[in-house]
């Protein structure tokens, strides 16, 4: 059984659900995107490695990440900082790596 209207209701018409949905879960996706901290989870989305991926690098240190209660946290913009310098660093070993992909496609 459907709810009566009230007479204001009836004057502006139908509701469009589905498009006040839309909105709200754009909004809600841009919030989410805009998030300057971020735990475990979400930084493991970000990243798009897996959870444990990431208690790995912690406990390494290889990442960026600083506890916020018993509770890991990572700040956006680190990691961005963080991904920019490893993107741009040449680890020891990757030249090896270009000439053996130039021998398996026979052009050395």
Known sequence: MRARQSPQAKARGPR???R???VLDKAKGI???SREVMNIRQASQYLGVSPDT?????GEQKIPAFKLGNRWRFKKSKLDQWM???STQ???GMKAKPKAAMKAAGSE
Do not use: G, N, Q
């Open 16 to 18: 469009e659900p589905e």
């Open 31 to 33: 919030m989410a995107d």
């Open 20 to 22: 006040e949905r839309d």
């Open 54 to 58: 990431l208690y790995k690098y912690v």
């Open 84 to 86: 920019e310098e490893k």
């Open 90 to 92: 040449m680890e020891p």
